[in-house]
């Protein structure tokens, strides 16, 4: 056994044991950084000498007592999070050398937690696709079962340092499913928090920070720190459970997308629950899927108002200049009347959890998807050929509840994903169900071939 085939909470009482030291931790999995990952996209900045510097400071602390919750426990934060001292390029090549002085808030936590940063994993220009492809590095993030298929995005690189080895957790963030899919698509536990419990929630943000790891467990470890909370889960009576496989769009369902749920649904019968099949609660018509697209538009046009020097402009991705113009042309009123189509299509889902705890979907309407997939039509057609594709997620993100991705099955070598979505506030009662799920075999014990070079 090498020690990336231990979860993240095994590889912690290791530390604590003195079975291993952070040292030799960190330099087993910088070692397999720098033998995999030219071929993965992982990684965006690696930080060897920080990182040795670190473990060697946490062995010292272990080896006087004390105790802190990551103590010692490589870790790799998703580049649109700046790390202080550390290249933080927000997937854009216009930000290349830009280094920030200070840690954002979850990032600090993580780091005061006594994590071992070993670097910034490969993210989407601002975060603004669900496929992880940009100039700064020398290829897009893909997924470790398939090295000519993306691992989704914008936590592209997060998922695939974990399902390849490379750091046993990763942090990530999730604005319309940008934590949910890329783990779909490697085979890992993805979790998007209720709106609020990580960081400060933003009046119209839909984007909230979360752990990408191989177990529940392991995501839970992380989202305590994240949230600067603990997650004691448990699961005191049957669950009323809604299930559709619905696109809300007019394409069907995937065969394999509706195979993750029906075998998921059985399973949960099989434990108890109340499963229920049901209408999805809102479809994604016209005004809904323009409403969406100008939403993201006006993201990234305040994102790159902010952070991108007008004379550097030219340099960002062909995408996000097309959405930095939709964004620029919109007005005020507008922007408005965006954000009340897109609430009065989130009240539609918040309703129907009158009537049940846990909503059972998908998390793509398909397998990972080949590189360059979703440029094949040009940028106007961008948006549209993500949503045909990660149509069951962004809906979470503006009722604002936890949703996590967990593992289905690998068919034919490629990963799938099922999703459930909980009550708001309700994360402990839905990791508790996914721990449940994972108890009884839900998902194998399975690594893509890199797992062993």
Known sequence: MSLHDLTATAQLNALRGGEVSSRELTEHYLGRIDRLDAGLGAFITVTPELALEEAIRADKRIAEGEWAPLLGLPIGIKDLYPAAGVRTTFGSAALAGFVPPEDSWTTGL??????????????AEFGATCY?????????????????????????????????????????????????????ACHLVGVKPSRGLVGSPALVSTTVEGPIART?????????????????????????????????????????????VERTADLLRELGHDVREVEIPAVCDEPVRLA?????????????????????????????????AEGAAMPGSEVLAVQEILEHYAS?????????DVALTPVTNGPPVPVGHFLAEGVEAVADSMLAWSCYTPWANFTGQPAIALPSHVDEGLPYGVQLVGRPRQDAELLALAAQLEDAALWQDIHPPCWRP
Request: aromatic share 8%; proline share 6%.
């Open 110 to 123: 993580v780091r005061r937690a006594g994590a071992v940063l070993v670097g910034k994993t490969n993210t």
């Open 132 to 184: 992880t492809h940009n100039e700064v590095t020398a290829r897009p993030a893909v997924t470790p079962y398939d090295l000519g298929r993306y691992s989704s995005g914008s936590s592209g690189g997060a998922a695939t340092a974990v399902a390849a080895g490379l750091v046993p957790l990763a942090t990530a963030g999730d604005g319309a499913g940008s934590t949910r899919t890329p783990a779909a």
């Open 216 to 260: 529940v467990a392991d995501a839970a470890l992380l989202l305590g720190v994240m949230a600067d909370s603990h997650f004691a889960y448990g699961i005191r009576k049957p669950l009323r459970i809604a299930v559709w496989t619905e696109t809300g769009l007019e394409g069907p369902a995937h065969p394999q997308a509706i195979h993750t």
């Open 292 to 324: 969406l697209r100008k939403h993201f538009a006006s993201s990234v046009h305040a994102a790159v108002s902010t952070l991108v020097p007008s004379d550097d402009r030219a340099r960002l991705l062909p995408y996000t200049r097309y959405l930095d």
């Open 348 to 356: 539609k889902f918040l309703a129907a959890f009158e009537d049940f």
